[in-house]
């Protein structure tokens, strides 16, 4: 299944719109602190310098998400079936994710097999050129989603949930090190190393909230409007899950 592009209607438009972007986590951990850095620009800025048309600001994006408490009882990795050929064309998830996100396309071999290509990693900025040393990391992760809501969703759904291409940054390849160090973590108790990296994952994370009405709790809240405390050119247009 080839993942659509960026920029689709049809798809979460995310946009970091500031000439420098440099949030300081919401706990003030110094070890996710860093000097300003750039941020990128994935989509035109609308009249005045605002959102697009149709777009909401991160903070009117936070607002909208449900609110809610989380619930782990009964969480297992299991309930989410991932990794799915869900278009049989040979390439399961992983390797789909792969593929669209290669700055370098790889080869593919017999059953989806690939060798070769090139990867850049969001979280850390880290060049990767050997695919066994990515993870494809939700960006909500199963554990997380569960909490907010999916314990209530039917096989078939979590399972689309798991296997979400159609939104490009639902899914992305990272260091195996940053997933990991991630874990099942949110906002409130992670982000990423690179401090140009917040404004986008932050913008990612209500997105993916919003396009499958999971429910954040007071502290990912209060985490999330702290980032777009600083990030103000940061745009977000979700469409929900089928």
Sequence with gaps: MTRRPLFPLAAILLAVLLAACNPQTANDDPKQSAAPAPATSAAPSGAGGGPPEGALSLTEAIAKIPKGVEKRDGYERDSFKHWTDEDEDGC????????????????????????????????????????????????????????????????????????????????????????????????????????????????DWTATKLRWQLNADEAERTALLNLAGHCPGTAVEDEPAP
Excluded at 110 to 121: M, N
Excluded at 193 to 202: I, L, M, Q
């Design 92 to 203: 399961p998830t992983r390797a789909e994710v792969l593929i669209e996100e290669a700055t370098t396309k790889p080869e593919q071999g017999e059953r989806c097999t690939l060798t070769g290509g090139a990867w850049t990693s969001s979280y850390d900025g880290v060049e990767v050129t050997d695919a066994k040393r990515l993870d494809i990391d939700h960006m909500v992760p199963l554990a997380e989603a569960w909490d907010s809501g999916a314990h209530a969703w039917s096989d078939k759904r979590r399972q689309a949930y798991a296997n979400d291409l159609t939104a490009p940054r639902s899914l992305i390849a990272v260091t195996a090190k940053t997933n990991r160090s991630k874990g099942d973590k949110d906002p409130a108790d992670w982000l990423p190393p690179a401090a140009d990296a917040h404004c986008t994952y932050a913008a």
